[in-house]
C-alpha cells in the first residue's frame, strides 16, 4: 500500500539542532537547503552570527598577539614600550573589527546577494537566505579564522574554504530564491565585481587628484 512521505517540518528548530547542521558542511547540496529552507529563523540566524562574531574577535586578538609578539623580538629594547602600546590599540582594533565587522559584513553582503537575486527574477524570503547561509558561515567561517594564523599555507587553505563558500552561496540562492545556476552564479558574484570596481575607481580617482591634494597640504604647511 503506498504511503505518502513524510511532510517536511516547517516550524524553527530548536537552537540547540544547529550545531549538529554546521558539522554536515560538506553535505549541504541543494536539497539539504531545500529541506531546511522551511525551518527559517530570523533568531537562530543572529545567534549563529553572534557566535561567528564571537569566534572571528578572538582568532583577531590571537592573531595580534602573534604578530605583536613577533614584531617586539626584533625591536630595539628602548622602542618595546611603545611598540606594546601600539599592540594594544591594534587588539582593540581587533576586537571592533571582529564584533561589528562580522555582523555587518554578514547582513550587508547578504542583502547584496538577495537585491541582486531579486533584480534576476527571484523572489525568495531575506531571512531564509540569511538562516540557510548562516549553516554554512559559521563553521567555514571558523575554519578560515583558525587558518588564517598559519603563514602562507593556511591563507591557501583558507583561499579554497572561501572557494568552497561560494558554491554554498549559489547552491542557497538557487533553492531560496528559484534561480538559473548561471543567474545565481551571478547573484552571488556581483557584490564581489562591484567592490573591485569601486576600488578601481579611488585608486584612479586619486592618482589623478594625488597631485593636487599634495600641492595643498604643501602650500598650507609653507604658509604655517
Given at each position: 500500500m503506498y504511503?505518502?512521505?513524510?511532510?517536511?517540518?516547517?516550524?524553527?528548530?530548536?537552537?540547540?539542532?544547529?550545531?549538529?547542521?554546521?558539522?554536515?558542511?560538506?553535505?549541504?547540496?541543494?536539497?539539504f537547503f531545500a529541506q531546511e529552507a522551511p525551518r527559517a529563523s530570523g533568531s537562530n540566524t543572529l545567534i549563529s552570527v553572534l557566535i561567528l562574531a564571537a569566534i572571528a574577535t578572538v582568532l583577531a586578538v590571537i592573531s595580534s598577539a602573534i604578530m605583536g609578539g613577533v614584531q617586539m623580538a626584533f625591536?630595539?629594547?628602548?622602542?618595546?614600550?611603545?611598540?606594546a602600546a601600539g599592540?594594544?590599540?591594534?587588539?582593540?582594533?581587533?576586537?571592533c573589527s571582529g564584533l561589528v565587522g562580522t555582523l555587518l559584513g554578514f547582513y550587508l553582503g547578504n542583502g547584496l546577494v538577495y537585491l541582486g537575486a531579486r533584480v534576476l527574477g527571484g523572489s525568495g524570503e531575506f531571512g531564509t537566505q540569511t538562516y540557510l547561509a548562516s549553516l554554512f558561515a559559521v563553521p567555514l567561517g571558523a575554519v578560515s579564522g583558525v587558518l588564517g594564523l598559519i603563514p602562507i599555507v593556511g591563507a591557501l587553505a583558507a583561499l579554497a574554504v572561501s572557494a568552497?563558500?561560494?558554491?554554498?552561496?549559489?547552491?542557497t540562492v538557487k533553492v531560496v530564491h528559484g534561480l538559473t545556476t548561471g543567474k545565481a552564479v551571478v547573484a552571488v558574484l556581483w557584490p564581489v565585481l562591484l567592490i573591485f570596481v569601486l576600488s578601481c575607481l579611488i585608486i584612479v580617482v586619486l592618482a589623478l587628484l594625488g597631485p593636487a591634494i599634495?600641492?595643498?597640504?604643501?602650500?598650507?604647511?609653507?604658509n604655517i
Amino acid at each position: 500500500m503506498y504511503q505518502e512521505p513524510p511532510a517536511t517540518p516547517s516550524s524553527p528548530r530548536p537552537f540547540s539542532e544547529l550545531p549538529g547542521l554546521w558539522t554536515k558542511v560538506l553535505q549541504m547540496t541543494e536539497e539539504f537547503f531545500a529541506q531546511e529552507a522551511p525551518r527559517a529563523s530570523g533568531s537562530n540566524t543572529l545567534i549563529s552570527v553572534l557566535i561567528l562574531a564571537a569566534i572571528a574577535t578572538v582568532l583577531a586578538v590571537i592573531s595580534s598577539a602573534i604578530m605583536g609578539g613577533v614584531q617586539m623580538a626584533f625591536l630595539p629594547r628602548e622602542y618595546r614600550e611603545a611598540a606594546a602600546a601600539g599592540i594594544g590599540g591594534n587588539t582593540l582594533c581587533s576586537l571592533c573589527s571582529g564584533l561589528v565587522g562580522t555582523l555587518l559584513g554578514f547582513y550587508l553582503g547578504n542583502g547584496l546577494v538577495y537585491l541582486g537575486a531579486r533584480v534576476l527574477g527571484g523572489s525568495g524570503e531575506f531571512g531564509t537566505q540569511t538562516y540557510l547561509a548562516s549553516l554554512f558561515a559559521v563553521p567555514l567561517g571558523a575554519v578560515s579564522g583558525v587558518l588564517g594564523l598559519i603563514p602562507i599555507v593556511g591563507a591557501l587553505a583558507a583561499l579554497a574554504v572561501s572557494a568552497y563558500a561560494l558554491v554554498l552561496n549559489v547552491r542557497t540562492v538557487k533553492v531560496v530564491h528559484g534561480l538559473t545556476t548561471g543567474k545565481a552564479v551571478v547573484a552571488v558574484l556581483w557584490p564581489v565585481l562591484l567592490i573591485f570596481v569601486l576600488s578601481c575607481l579611488i585608486i584612479v580617482v586619486l592618482a589623478l587628484l594625488g597631485p593636487a591634494i599634495g600641492n595643498v597640504f604643501s602650500d598650507i604647511v609653507t604658509n604655517i
